[in-house]
Each structure stands twice: as C-alpha cells, then as structure tokens.
C-alpha cells in the first residue's frame, strides 16, 4: 500500500514564476492537509480539503497562493508568482476520515521548493 | 493555536526509557492528545494518541494523568534513530503543530 507520495522532492523557481506541488493521498483516503515548515521553523497548517471542497483555509496566505483537490488526480497546491520568502518544505497529509479520534495523518516526504 | 507545552530539548542515553512529558492544562472533554515526531525534516510520522486512558503500541506508551491537564511520552528503549522532535498535540478539528521536543538519543 503506497504512502502519501508529493513531487516534486525537489523544485526550484526564479522570483516572479509559478510552483505547483502534487500530492496523491493514500490509496481510500479522502482527506487532505497541506503544512508548510520555512528552514528551521515548525510547521504551519495551510489547508484542509476533501475531494472538490476545500473545508479549512484559515492557513493559506491571502494571495498567491491556491490549493485544489479535484474529483479524479492528486491534489495541488499552487504559488504564484514566488518569492524568495516561499522558500520552505511543503507537506501533504491524507486520512480517511475526520472526526475527533481521527488526527491520525500519513504524511508525505514534502516537497522543497528554493526561490533564486 | 497550539494548545500544549513541551520542554524544548531533552537529552536521553541510548538504551534507556525516554520520557518527554507534555502540558495541555485547557484540553476539553473531547480533544484527544495525539503524539507525532519528524526525524530530521522528514515527513511527520503518527506515534500514538489517547482521551483517558493509558496507551501502548509498538511503538510507544502514553501515559495521561487523571485530570488529563498532562501526559508523557514514553519510548521504553531509546535508539539513535529516536533522536527527532516530537509533538505533542490537542486535537479537536485539526492537528495543529507547536515547537515540539527536540530529543538527542545518546550513545
């Protein structure tokens, strides 16, 4: 059973372009979280989605920055126009369920993006 | 916000039981403590969590004391591979992740 798989591991930008991260959740999972975490700082919630919703954003700066989760792919959290400040490890998590016993989360390796 | 606190850094020697205690004197009646840890910016990994009761795994115990205002995080025989951050969170809708314990397993 696969994990959380995010690509790229590796992504980097010049100031002013775009970054589009992947997250495919684990197989029967249908819910999931976005943090990110800058060089040595903790992590930051960002996003909550289900399939085609997004339930929780409180995290999500205001602008540049989107996140998608559609009925068939994985979901994809997207920064536009990057800035050096962006630069940080992005984690996704899934899990098959919310309620209050269910914090479980499967987290993904993360994605490190670097801004020139 | 994060509604627990963890003593920043803990040393452990390799072999003995670690023990990293966590505060959390505002949970409510149904929010779960629930424990993570990250090894060296890798992706979080889920260790244990519990309402009010002791819980053991593979992995962990978790001691919660009765008023459920604390709990500790017990790993039986420390490796160097314990050496991470560990988290220990309140849950009610979301897991939130504060500073965490920066543990140092020592040979």
């Known amino acids: 059973n696969a994990g959380v798989m995010q690509n790229p591991r590796h992504l980097v930008r010049r100031r002013g372009q775009e970054a589009r991260l992947r997250c495919s959740p684990m197989?029967?999972?249908?819910?999931v979280y976005w943090y990110r975490q800058l060089p040595e700082e903790g992590l930051k919630f960002m996003v909550y989605l289900q399939k085609e919703n997004i339930i929780d954003e409180s995290g999500m700066p205001k602008e540049r920055f989107s996140a998608e989760f559609p009925k068939e792919g994985p979901s994809i959290l997207r920064i536009q126009q990057v800035v050096r400040g962006d630069s940080a490890a992005y984690f996704c998590a899934s899990s098959p369920r919310v309620n209050t016993e269910t914090g479980e989360l499967f987290f993904g390796e993360g994605s490190r993006l670097t801004v020139l | 916000d994060a509604k627990t606190t963890q003593p920043p850094s803990m040393d452990c020697a390799e072999g003995r039981a670690a023990n990293l205690p966590c505060n959390h004197s505002?949970?409510?009646?149904?929010?779960?403590v629930y424990w993570y840890r990250q090894i060296h910016s890798q992706g979080p990994q889920y260790i244990i969590h519990g309402l009010k009761n002791n819980e053991t795994n593979e992995m962990a115990s978790l001691i919660i004391t009765e008023d459920r205002k604390s709990s500790t995080l017990i790993l039986p025989h420390a490796t160097l591979r314990d050496t991470a951050v560990y988290y220990c969170?309140?849950?009610?809708?979301?897991?939130?992740f504060g500073p965490g314990t920066s543990l140092s397993v020592i040979p």
């Open positions: 505002t949970i409510s009646g149904n929010e779960y």
């Open positions: 197989k029967g999972h249908s819910h």
């Open positions: 969170i309140v849950i009610y809708d979301k897991v939130i």
